[in-house]
């Protein structure tokens, strides 16, 4: 399902475009393992996968695009391709844990609330995404970022 089109032409304030864009990315689920059951309902305990790849696109691509070349429209989606930013690996740890701006938070702790994400991610999810990005997209950041360290950053916030 390319849920580009329909991100960036929801109608509506900044606010309803994420959670419309975020429903997207859900319902973009339909053909994964971490759907359960014959009902198609996600099912965020059955998301399991610690490949960095496909975290990226059954979530993060809803919103950032395919290729990473991010978006604008409803709201604004940050490219990750050449992101100069993604050099600090634990920048890009605290946003996807706490959420920035727009972006709800992905943490399991933190992930609550109006515009929760479809699925908290596991800090081994968290560092596998971390590292898919931040070596792919034209992203060439060598220095990978292991789970322990994002549950110390994790921890850290309390």
Known sequence: MNVRKPCLAAAGGLGAGVVFCLALAAVALVDTPARAGSAGIFD??????????????????????PNGQGAAGAGHFPALANNRTLASRQYVALTILMGRRNMPAFGAKHAIGFGAPPAALSEDQIAAVI????????????????AAEVAALDQSLH
């Open 44 to 65: 965020p305990a059955t998301f399991r996968t610690t490949d960095g790849r496909q975290i990226f696109e059954q979530i993060c691509q809803g919103c950032h695009m």
């Open 131 to 146: 590292n898919y990005v931040r070596t792919h997209f034209g992203n060439r950041y060598a220095d990978s970022i292991t």
